[in-house]
């Protein structure tokens, strides 16, 4: 199993930047694909970007793309998502995900979300 907490949530203006951070426990960080996924109050939760097991293959939503980008230190058991150029649709709790390799589009572990608010 892995554990996982996310950071780096917050306030900030439109057109600001974020990073968010999802730190994974235990030694099998690398077997996972990660991924994010946001929930605006209201909406059903959306997938936002993936990275495989090695970090070679990303894939991002078409409503983040070219603004956000993920990506992962296994030296650090860590996932990233630098959010660039935000806008106030993209306020949302922000979770972080992980699938195991036996099941990669199927995500089983679930962080607790950090909360991002883009003031226009």
């Known amino acids: 199993q892995v554990q996982l907490v996310e950071s780096g949530g917050g306030l900030v203006q439109a057109g600001g930047s974020l990073r968010l951070s999802c730190a994974a426990s235990g030694r099998t960080f690398s077997t996972y694909a990660m991924a994010w996924f946001r929930q605006a109050p209201g909406k059903e939760r959306e997938f936002v970007a993936r990275?495989?097991?090695?970090?070679?293959?990303?894939y991002s939503a078409d409503s983040v793309k070219g603004r956000f980008t993920i990506s992962r230190d296994s030296a650090k058991n860590t996932v990233y998502l630098q959010m660039n150029s935000l806008k106030a649709d993209d306020t949302a709790v922000y979770y972080c995900?992980?699938?195991?390799?036996?099941?990669?589009?199927?995500?089983?572990?679930w962080g607790q979300g950090t909360q991002v608010t883009v003031s226009s």
């Open positions: 995900a992980a699938a195991t390799a036996a099941a990669p589009q199927t995500y089983s572990y």
């Open positions: 990275i495989n097991r090695s970090g070679g293959s990303i």
